[in-house]
């Protein structure tokens, strides 16, 4: 099974809001991540997870929360998000945790719309 | 991450082969050469990569320039769900850490019928 699956595939929330996004492979893969990408560009990293602990944050803002529970579930809580923040949100894994030659599957995205 | 320049877009017709190009003429012996696609309304997809040598899988072909600084990704036969945007990324292999892939803006693939 190499399959990555995000929930839910769409989102749409008002910026008082609060609400998860929810990620989940079972390839025992030890390195999860975040990207961000708007329309008509490429994906951009949020976050990095090696071994379940947070490695990389790309200077995220603080309404944007990741959070992993274990080493199959990668979860990211948003809160009092901006219209700006509407996007695509990939999660993707990857089994090695260093070097170059690592492949990451990704998840088909959940949509998020911020009113 | 060192640079990579891919054309915009592409045309391709289908059952043809496609050759995307890759220019990463900064590329250090350490950078793997690295290929993504990304299809409409989905997330991207790992299609190959390669250090050194020409690779082949049952998706695509990779060559690679014999002073590296430029690669081509093939596809042997283009079909309509070829159709997508193709990412070349570098990524290098003596880091210590899980590390991000590092997008370009890509090439839009479009396939003709």
């Known amino acids: 099974d190499t399959e990555v699956t995000q929930t839910p595939k769409h989102l749409v929330m008002g910026m008082t809001n609060k609400k998860s996004l929810k990620c989940e492979q079972h390839?025992?893969?030890?390195?999860m991540y975040w990207y961000k990408q708007k329309a008509k560009k490429p994906p951009e990293l949020m976050f990095v997870?090696?071994?379940?602990?947070?490695?990389i944050n790309e200077s995220v803002p603080s309404r944007f929360s990741p959070e992993c529970p274990n080493s199959s579930l990668l979860n990211l809580h948003l809160h009092a998000l901006q219209p700006e923040d509407s996007a695509l949100y990939l999660c993707?894994?990857?089994?090695?945790?260093?070097?170059?030659?690592?492949?990451?599957?990704f998840g088909p995205g959940t949509r998020l719309t911020v009113l | 991450d060192a640079k990579t320049t891919q054309p915009n877009s592409m045309e391709s017709n289908e059952e043809e082969p496609v050759h995307l190009p890759c220019n990463h003429s900064?590329?250090?012996?350490?950078?793997?050469i690295h290929w993504y696609r990304q299809l409409p309304s989905q997330g991207p997809e790992y299609v190959i990569h390669?250090?050194?040598s020409n690779v082949n899988n049952r998706m695509a072909s990779l060559a690679i320039a014999e002073d590296r600084k430029s690669s081509t990704l093939i596809l042997h036969r283009a079909t309509l769900r070829d159709a997508a945007v193709y990412y070349c990324?570098?990524?290098?292999?003596?880091?210590?850490?899980?590390?991000?892939?590092?997008f370009g803006s890509g090439t839009q693939l479009t396939v003709l019928p």
């Open positions: 390669g250090l050194t």
């Open positions: 997870y090696s071994y379940e602990k947070l490695s």
């Open positions: 990324i570098l990524r290098d292999k003596s880091s210590g850490s899980a590390r991000q892939l590092t």
């Open positions: 390839m025992g893969h030890r390195a």
């Open positions: 900064t590329i250090s012996g350490t950078d793997y």
């Open positions: 993707a894994s990857s089994s090695r945790t260093s070097g170059g030659s690592d492949t990451q599957y």
